[in-house]
């Protein structure tokens, strides 16, 4: 199985470059992103196979109306 390649949202430099360490050692490509529209533009293009993104806004356990809109997009 090859693995495929993943689109990375994550503010965070320090954790991003974590994660980029981490993936690489699994053979993983990634790509990593600074916003939401970019990283949805890569995705709607068909250019990963997976997103692993932070998440949105400051609201942790519930939700407004538009981040959640963000999400069903």
């Known amino acids: 199985m090859t693995p495929g390649r993943v689109l990375l949202l994550e ?3 320090a954790l991003r470059g974590l994660l980029l360490e ?3 050692g699994e053979g993983i490509d990634a ?3 600074d916003g939401f529209v970019d990283v949805r533009q890569a995705a709607a293009a068909g250019e990963g196979d997976m997103v692993i993104a932070d998440f949105w806004g400051g ?4 939700l407004p ?3 959640r809109d963000e999400i069903r997009e």
């Open 11 to 13: 503010d965070d430099l």
């Open 22 to 24: 981490a993936l690489a």
């Open 31 to 33: 790509r990593p992103f």
């Open 59 to 62: 609201s942790q356990r519930t």
């Open 65 to 67: 109306d538009d981040e």
